[in-house]
């Protein structure tokens, strides 16, 4: 099914600008990036997405509920498998609310809901790999390599994606001095949500991240794809300097 999740989505972007503004404690700034979202949707994944961020900045129970049933609303209408990640996240703090308000009958409700949906991954691709390794179909690729984000950190797992987006990223901050390549690749084994971004920032896994232990094996290249300019490979190296956050293996 299509992916949806673009970080040149102008929604996308909005909200990216309001988390942006939220980390630094402009939350009045924030909250009207969030709403000037929401007013510029036009699509049910839009909405949800908005709706959301709204909802995690409003003050009180009441107002955050409103907001957070809008969103999971949308969420519901929405047949984008990315979306699907998020229904665990939403019916939790659906939860969390009602309990807040000591509605304990609607919070049990919905959190039987998100355990529903917990560790649930119905995404079936097709997937992708990106990197600058020069391989052929039938090649496996395997856990053991060094991080792009921490090169003095050996990887358990082989990551991989089904947002194209997110395998030129990896293509472009992969090590080597080869050619950027993005390769179709199916997993051999059983694979999870990549805990790296799962619920960090969006809801979910709206990247379609994914993790196996298990090798991933090589069925084509993808060709014609669009890389990162200059200024955008220089604006994500500028973000790895400065992320200093623990990375999950």
Not at 200 to 207: A, D, E, M, S, Y
Request: charged content about 30%; glycine content about 6%; proline content about 3%.
């Amino acid at each position: 099914m299509k992916n949806i999740f673009n970080p040149a989505n102008e929604i996308v972007r909005l909200c990216m600008v309001g988390m942006s503004l939220e980390e630094k404690g402009r939350k009045e700034d924030a909250a009207d990036f969030f709403m000037r979202a929401w007013e510029e949707s036009q699509n049910d994944f839009e909405r949800f997405l908005a709706a959301f961020h709204v909802g995690h900045i409003q003050k009180n129970n009441e107002d955050k509920l409103k907001w957070l049933k809008k969103s999971l609303t949308c969420a519901l209408n929405t047949e984008d498998a990315s979306v699907r990640s998020a229904y665990r996240m939403l019916y939790s703090s659906i939860a969390a609310c009602y309990e807040e308000m000591n509605d304990l009958e609607y919070a049990d409700e919905s959190r039987k809901q998100a355990e529903f949906y917990e560790g649930s991954i119905t995404d079936e691709g097709p997937f992708f790999h990106g990197t600058k390794a020069d391989l052929a179909a039938g090649d496996m690729l395997t856990a053991g390599g060094d991080s792009n984000y921490k090169p003095e950190l050996k990887m358990n797992h082989i990551y991989f994606t089904a947002n194209i987006n997110g395998a030129v990223l990896a293509a472009t901050l992969a090590k080597g001095e080869g050619a950027e390549r993005i390769y179709v690749v199916e997993p051999t084994g059983n694979f999870e949500n990549d805990p790296n971004v799962t619920d960090k920032r969006f809801p979910g896994n709206l990247t379609r991240s994914y993790r196996s232990a298990e090798p991933l094996r090589i069925v084509g290249e993808v060709h014609g794809w669009e890389s990162m300019t200059k200024d955008e490979k220089r604006q994500w190296m500028e973000k790895l300097e400065r992320n200093k956050g623990t990375i999950i293996n």
